[in-house]
């Protein structure tokens, strides 16, 4: 079974530090891959996405993430965090054959002001 | 105004009893997800389906059913048979693979609490 590991649980920073997010993933075939954000109270919401093409993919808020195919990672990043970004964030995978969309155990971010 | 609805919000049962939670779609999406959300252990998925009438077990189908008789429903029944049944409960939808935007869009969950 496919599986998805982010393995920070918990990272604690300080505004305008720079911040990376680890995500790998067991599947070895075709695969979209997602960064979700879920703040405090609030829904899950997209962040960024990767189907194809250019693996350096950027997303809202001043998101990026890397798709590595040959390390099966799909990593985080921000240059200089807010303390608005304090949130959970979720790293998914959605396999060509399976068609199941399985997500990580999820990193909580804490950015003091 | 497009998404989905997850309803209700909140839902308490007695133990014992089986409980269905209701997931609607207007976005005509194929696919349809059900995910449970416990603190620490992310999303983990209980049930998908990737068109009407047809459905595959999760993770943690365990205890849960499902019924796809509509493209825009997707209710969860979340059995006495469910050891544990407290959680926080999300739906999604989202394009079948192979077209232009997979990504899924998601309720805003049911938190079930079992009395």
């Known amino acids: 079974a496919q599986s998805v590991s982010q393995h920070n649980h918990h990272v604690i920073l300080s505004e305008a530090a720079s911040l990376e997010l680890g995500c790998n993933y067991s599947?070895?075939?075709?695969?979209?891959l997602f960064w979700y954000v879920q703040y405090p109270g609030q829904h899950l919401q997209l962040l960024l996405k990767y189907f194809s093409g250019d693996p350096l993919v950027k997303g809202i808020k001043g998101f990026e993430a890397e798709f590595i195919k040959s390390k099966f990672s799909f990593n985080l990043r921000k240059p200089s965090v807010q303390w608005s970004d304090t949130a959970e964030y979720f790293c998914a995978v959605l396999s060509g054959s399976a068609r199941q969309l399985t997500f990580g155990s999820g990193t909580q971010l804490t950015v003091l002001p | 105004d497009g998404g989905i609805t997850q309803s209700p919000k909140y839902l308490f049962r007695k133990e014992g009893q089986n409980v269905t939670l209701s997931c609607e779609q207007n976005?005509?999406?194929?696919?349809m997800y059900w995910y449970r959300q416990d603190p620490g252990q992310g999303l983990r998925l209980i049930y998908y389906s990737q068109i009407v009438n047809d459905f595959q077990k999760g993770d943690i189908a365990e205890g849960y059913s499902v019924s796809r008789e509509k493209k825009e429903s997707f209710p969860l029944t979340v059995t006495s048979a469910q050891k544990n049944p407290t959680a926080f409960y999300l739906c999604?939808?989202?394009?079948?693979?192979?077209?232009?935007?997979?990504?899924?869009?998601f309720g805003q969950g049911t938190r079930l609490t079992v009395v």
């Open positions: 999604a939808s989202s394009h079948n693979w192979g077209q232009q935007n997979t990504e899924a869009f």
């Open positions: 599947y070895g075939g075709t695969v979209n």
């Open positions: 976005l005509n999406h194929d696919a």
